[in-house]
């Protein structure tokens, strides 16, 4: 991962991996990385705010990423 971190959400979405926020030093993080099936990184439009304890999942061509309980805020990433 580009950044060291844990409680960070993860996917898939077609051939790739996507992990995304996460935890790192008490600090909530707002990066995302997609990795493709040869496994090369990309850096990707960070999340609309940061967080940690999120969730991920995948619905048809559409990676969904639950970030903030309290405004409700979800973001929404698609393999281009």
Known sequence: LSVARNWLAATTL???AIFAGGM???TRQSTVD???SSLVRTITTPLSSPGY???GTTIG???LIGIDEINKTMDV????
């Open 14 to 16: 077609e051939n790739n």
């Open 24 to 26: 790192r030093n008490d």
């Open 34 to 36: 997609v990795f493709d």
């Open 53 to 55: 304890q999120i969730a």
């Open 61 to 63: 061509r559409y990676a």
């Open 77 to 80: 990433y698609k393999i281009l």
